[in-house]
């Protein structure tokens, strides 16, 4: 049925072509028409084509495609598609060169590339360009060259590192001196540049020698134009200026070249400060750590920090007309000594530990000392209480019944002893020993002792009126043990 519905339309179409009513086509109406571009070759076409007539217009050369022209009714109907430009695809990249699209808006039939070298390369080619023809790009790739610098001729006295010969864009060439006693009088280093020419001066070898320098605010004390190496540069600052440099200028060579160390260099005379300051430190102004001589400054500091002296938190210096304060403008951290006192005999202190203001410890003393309080304190006088121990000494103690016959003096050390003997009337002699709590040992005399106990004995048997004679038996008996005893 399909196939059947074509051929009746077919039929008709056909039929209607044989009977319509004769007008012509021209060439100039599809010239004028929207359906043409210059793509188009007419060149072949008629000047006019009767009704129905179908006309093939192909395109010009760098152009592919073709439309089909019918003639009806004295108007042309169209098939097919327009002309389409030739694509020659990608140009061909140049080897230290850049292209850019000079005609035409894409790789196709009639666009021209343009090659432009990169820095420092040169084209060699006869042309820089490319066209987009029907068979492809024409010429080849254009080439391009590294530009060369002229070859350097040196003084045999200079090495050289790099190619003075045949150098290229970029390329570096480095001079030294072969002699240490001579210096370079040119650059040091000179390079290829994009022109092909040197930057820089070719250097020769000379011996070392420094000018004279010009010194801001200050001037050279000698009439010398020409320094030899090692030569001491003499000057001075002007009013309210100083050397940069306590050390002396010489003439030295630096590297390859002669120059002043240190730089002679004249700078204002000021105080400086240490901005942001040192912890437990407070500057008054703030926000400046330039003055000028004359200026006041005033330090504070921190609970635990001291300056000029450990019982100071605060003070006023002055900036002197050498650039040096009156008082260093810096708090320090109150610290007592880690070393231990010779008296003490242990504390929990070691030897690398950093004690601060208000620190504690407890301690204990060497033997024939005493400990002066419980704990050591840190303070801003040291260590507290001062002395720590006590040295243990006792009094000289006399007696009554008793007189000192050796070591007689009125202090005594711990451990020293005394030795007494008893007075006459009195038996005996005894020592005492200087100890932690006082002296020791037994101090009495006998006699007076056993009189006075035979007194009460005796006073006990009459007041009693004792008669018995086993109990006066008994008071004897006990009266002999304590004269033996004594």
Request: charged share 25%; aromatic share 10%.
């Amino acid at each position: 049925m399909h196939i059947l519905t074509q051929s009746c339309v077919l039929f008709v179409w056909m039929h209607t072509l044989t009977f319509v009513k004769s007008q012509d086509c021209t060439r100039k109406q599809f010239v004028d028409s929207p359906l043409f571009d210059d793509s188009f070759d007419t060149s072949d076409l008629e000047a006019s084509y009767s009704a129905g007539k179908q006309v093939r217009v192909s395109c010009r050369v760098g152009f592919s495609g073709f439309i089909q022209l019918i003639c009806i009714e004295g108007q042309w109907l169209s098939r097919g598609t327009k002309c389409q430009p030739i694509s020659c695809g990608h140009p061909s990249k140049a080897q230290f060169a850049d292209f850019r699209l000079e005609k035409g808006e894409d790789f196709v039939f009639g666009s021209q590339v343009v090659y432009t070298c990169h820095k420092g390369y040169q084209m060699v080619s006869r042309t820089n360009f490319r066209r987009c023809m029907t068979e492809g790009w024409n010429g080849t790739v254009p080439v391009c060259e590294a530009k060369q610098c002229p070859v350097i001729h040196l003084d045999s006295k200079v090495h050289v590192n790099g190619d003075p010969d045949e150098a290229t864009y970029g390329n570096v060439v480095r001079f030294s001196c072969k002699s240490n006693s001579e210096m370079l009088d040119g650059s040091a280093e000179i390079y290829c540049d994009e022109n092909g020419e040197w930057i820089g001066k070719v250097p020769t070898c000379k011996a070392i020698t420094c000018a004279v320098p010009a010194i801001e605010n200050g001037y050279v004390t000698e009439d010398i134009q020409e320094y030899k190496e090692r030569e001491v540069l003499h000057f001075e600052c002007d009013p309210n200026y100083r050397r940069g440099e306590d050390r002396p200028s010489q003439c030295t060579k630096l590297g390859v070249q002669a120059e002043w160390s240190p730089t002679p260099v004249c700078e204002p005379i000021t105080c400086k400060l240490q901005l942001p300051p040192l912890e437990g430190t407070r500057y008054e102004p703030i926000f400046r750590n330039v003055f000028l001589p004359g200026d006041l400054l005033t330090v504070n500091c921190g609970e635990k920090y001291w300056i000029s002296n450990p019982q100071n938190t605060s003070a006023v210096t002055t900036c002197k007309d050498n650039g040096e304060w009156t008082i260093r403008p810096i708090c320090k951290e109150v610290i007592c000594s880690n070393q231990r006192d010779r008296h003490v005999y242990s504390w929990n202190v070691n030897w690398r530990q950093r004690i601060t203001l208000g620190e504690t410890t407890p301690y204990r003393c060497t033997t024939g000392y005493m400990e002066s309080a419980t704990e050591a304190t840190c303070t801003r006088d040291g260590w507290k209480p001062n002395p720590l121990c006590q040295e243990i000494t006792c009094d000289r103690r006399d007696f009554e019944t008793a007189d000192v016959v050796r070591n007689n003096k009125q202090k005594y050390r711990y451990n020293e002893e005394v030795d007494y003997v008893c007075k006459e009337g009195y038996r005996g002699r005894f020592t005492l020993t200087c100890k932690d709590r006082g002296w020791t040992g037994n101090s009495q005399c006998s006699g007076k002792y056993v009189r006075t106990y035979c007194m009460h004995v005796c006073m006990y048997i009459i007041t009693q009126n004792v008669t018995s004679t086993n109990l006066k038996l008994t008071f004897i008996s006990v009266l002999n043990a304590q004269v033996e005893t004594h």
